[in-house]
């Protein structure tokens, strides 16, 4: 999850923000979390499936509604006035253990990348035979196998909300970290469905994740399974172009079908790049805001 710690750890306000003073703590704290998740519902209604023709939302789209989902939630931490610094033991190990399950799907995200990009190279290298050699290309020119991503995903499961948590800005807060916990592990279950071309990886994080009682979650979850059933293409697509030209060069009539899996294979090494950057990055700032938020918590156990 991408958060600003120092931003977190002091109550500072945004006065053009939304202001619940008028109203009663509760009834603050309700609008609070209510704002967290109509800025949500706004992105995935409004961007997220809006897309141009032949456009591909999981690469265009997923990584940013992570980014719009992490800022909602720091938006509402700050105006709820409820830093890191007082999070008590439970909100903050279920933060830890939220972070660190995304850090490990973005692992998996960049190993299905690097899969990916070496399986291309290799079809790349058949290309560049079938000039001088076209019977050697053919004996190089392989599909993309499958990624195998059936081991088992150790995600955390739902997070508990006790009746009576520590407090009522506690309860709120643990309610909008389980919403943008879910929504981060759908979102990477799709993108890595979309990576190895099956829909396995998304539908078993999606029972891990579990809890789709939320209606902003159930949304999400179905217009995901549209997604899977409907737009998982690029590597299927490299496939069948390559299994296309590998049948036309015992013809000798290969070069439309050259070009065409190259074509192909432009798409899809725009589409990986494009999701290499965005895992990158994502990665990237939340190794940081963890680090920072340990150094923070050994500080204080040193202090007391």
């Avoid at 703590?25 to 809006?50: E, G, H, N, V």
């Avoid at 279950?189 to 209606?215: N, Q, T």
Wanted: with cysteine.
């Amino acid at each position: 999850m991408v958060l600003s710690v120092h931003k977190l750890s002091r109550p500072f306000k945004f006065p053009s923000r939304l202001d619940h003073h008028h109203l009663k703590p509760d009834d603050a704290l309700s609008a609070s979390l209510r704002a967290f998740r109509s800025k949500i519902s706004d992105f995935i209604t409004q961007i997220c499936f809006k897309t141009e023709p032949g456009s591909d939302f999981r690469f265009n789209k997923c990584f940013d509604l992570i980014n719009i989902t992490n800022r909602a939630f720091a938006k509402m931490v700050v105006e709820i006035d409820y830093p890191m610094t007082g999070w008590g033991d439970k909100l903050t190990d279920e933060y830890l253990s939220y972070t660190l399950n995304l850090l490990d799907l973005l692992n998996s995200v960049n190993s299905s990348v690097s899969h990916l990009n070496h399986a291309k190279i290799l079809i790349f290298h058949a290309l560049s035979l079938i000039k001088n050699s076209p019977s050697s290309a053919a004996e190089h020119l392989k599909k993309i196998p499958i990624t195998n991503l059936s081991k088992e995903f150790k995600l955390q499961k739902s997070i508990r909300i006790e009746e009576r948590p520590g407090s009522e800005k506690e309860r709120v807060v643990l309610q909008a970290l389980d919403i943008s916990r879910k929504i981060g592990f759908l979102v990477l279950g799709l993108v890595l469905s979309g990576l190895c071309s099956d829909a396995k990886p998304y539908m078993e994080i999606r029972r891990i994740a579990g809890g789709f009682d939320d209606s902003l979650i159930k949304d999400l979850d179905s217009r995901f399974c549209k997604e899977i059933q409907e737009k998982m293409e690029e590597v299927k697509q490299v496939n069948s172009a390559t299994e296309r030209l590998s049948m036309a060069i015992s013809t000798g009539r290969y070069i439309e079908d050259v070009e065409e899996l190259k074509t192909r294979l432009q798409v899809l090494e725009n589409s990986i790049q494009e999701i290499e950057k965005k895992a990158n990055n994502l990665f990237s700032e939340v190794l940081v805001t963890r680090n920072k938020l340990l150094d923070n918590l050994r500080l204080t156990g040193q202090s007391n």
